[in-house]
Nanobody
Framework: QVQLVESGGGLVQPGGSLRLSCAAP????????MGWYRQAPGKQRELVAT???????NYGDSVKGRFTISRDNAKNTVYLQMNSLKPEDTAIYYC????????????????WGQGTQVTVSS
């Protein structure tokens, strides 16, 4: 399974913005879906957003209208633009993918990043 590499977390004031990035390392032929999940202390992990290779997007209700997910297939990277941030958005954000296919005929599933902390506070 592939360890995804995340970046972009940090501390931001309410109403501010952050942009998260997540890249799958190595030589990759395709990634069927990519997405973001988050988990706050004492709470279960929840869906933030997903995007398929065909461009189909799904957002969690709590972020709809404020967050935007996108992907750059040439860079094997998924982004999460977070606007109008609220204290309730404070969590560790985890990147996830569906099946990754390399050029040697191998497939990798259940791929996660290490998590990046997002803190929204004044």
């Amino acid at each position: 399974q592939v360890q995804l590499v995340e970046s972009g977390g940090g501390l931001v004031q309410p109403g501010g913005s952050l942009r998260l990035s997540c890249a799958a390392p190595g030589s990759i032929r395709s990634i069927n879906s990519m997405g973001w999940y988050r988990q706050a202390p004492g709470k279960q992990r929840e869906l933030v957003a997903t995007i398929t290779s065909g461009g189909s997007i799904n957002y969690g209700d709590s972020v709809k209208g404020r967050f935007t997910i996108s992907r750059d297939n040439a860079k094997n990277t998924v982004y999460l633009q977070m606007n109008s941030l609220k204290p309730e958005d404070t969590a560790i954000y985890y990147c996830n993918t569906g099946v990754i296919r390399d050029y040697s005929g191998r497939y990798y599933s259940g791929n996660w990043g290490q998590g990046t902390q997002v803190t929204v506070s004044s």
